[in-house]
Structures are given as structure tokens and as C-alpha cells.
């Protein structure tokens, strides 16, 4: 093995962490904000609270209905008028920082 290929194999080694660390997907769950935490993120959680809690400087995040795991998401003003109700969140993953970068969020359909 020539030295070009074995630092290109190092290389690709070197990068592949990062690239795994992030996944597109979709997840479901209620909006909620770092002052919140997990203790709001329900059907009971108002728009008016979270959004002052944003401006205060508080982060938005996701709380999933499947495993009650909290996600920063990276675009709160996404968030308005879609906190109280069960959502689906589609984006990019970032498993290591535990932040969704958002593409959409909507309205999910609720289970029975």
C-alpha cells in the first residue's frame, strides 16, 4: 500500500465518526423549551408559555411520545402555534449534540 492510499484510508477513518453522527428522519412527540423540560411536553403545554420562555432565551425542543427523549430543535419560530399538539418533526439528527436541524413540523395523528 502506497503512502497516498494509507493516509486516505486514515482519513476516511478519521471522518466517518461525523458523518455517522447524523441521520435524517422523522420523529413524534409534544413541544417543549429547556425552562420546561420534559414535565411540559404535553397536550397541556400553551403556545403564549413556551414562546415567552423562547424569547427569554430558552431553546425549543421535542420530547418523543415513543421513548420520552428530548431533542433540541434548531428553529423555534417553526415551533409557533404547534405547542400543545402531538407533532411529527422531520430533519437531520445530530445524535451527539441531541439536536434535530428542522425541515417541517405537523401535526401528528394521535394513537389510540
Same mark, same amino acid.
Given at each position: ?26 420523529? +413524534? ?32 425542543? %421535542? ?15 417553526? +415551533? ?12 437531520? %439528527? ?19
Amino acid at each position: 500500500m502506497n503512502k497516498v492510499s494509507r493516509y486516505l484510508l486514515l482519513f476516511s477513518f478519521a471522518v466517518a465518526p461525523a458523518y455517522a453522527a447524523e441521520s435524517k428522519g422523522e420523529w +413524534t412527540g409534544y413541544l417543549t423549551d429547556s425552562h420546561c423540560g420534559k414535565k411540559m411536553a404535553s397536550k397541556d403545554h400553551s403556545d403564549d408559555c413556551m414562546q415567552k420562555c423562547v424569547k427569554s432565551g430558552s431553546k425549543a425542543h %421535542l420530547v418523543t411520545q415513543k421513548d420520552e427523549a428530548m431533542y433540541e430543535l434548531d428553529d423555534a419560530a417553526k +415551533t409557533k402555534g404547534m405547542v400543545g399538539k402531538l407533532v411529527t418533526v422531520k430533519g437531520t %439528527l445530530d445524535s451527539e449534540k441531541k439536536a434535530i436541524k428542522v425541515e417541517s413540523i405537523s401535526p401528528a395523528a394521535e394513537k389510540n
